[in-house]
């Protein structure tokens, strides 16, 4: 693989990395007290012209207070 296809990669991830974790932290404060609860999460990533299809599964726990 060539520079300009990996920048363009980690340019993509890095967009996806830091706009996901606005949005959880959005949904997480919007939630309120989600101190100790746990939440499914998951991404699918897909590429338009490429057979891909990639799932990542996690879980997400709210901040304890401290």
């Known amino acids: 693989m060539n520079d300009d296809f990996n920048m363009s990669m980690r340019k993509f991830l890095k967009q996806v990395g ?5 949005a959880i932290e959005k949904a997480m404060r919007d939630a309120g ?13 897909t590429i338009d012209g490429l057979d891909v299809e990639h ?12």
Request: aromatic share 4%; hydrophobic share 35%; net charge neutral.
């Open 18 to 22: 830091v706009t996901s974790q606005q």
């Open 33 to 45: 007290n989600t101190s100790g609860k746990s939440f499914e999460a998951k991404v699918v990533l």
């Open 55 to 66: 799932v990542v599964t996690g879980q997400i726990t709210g901040a304890t207070d401290a």
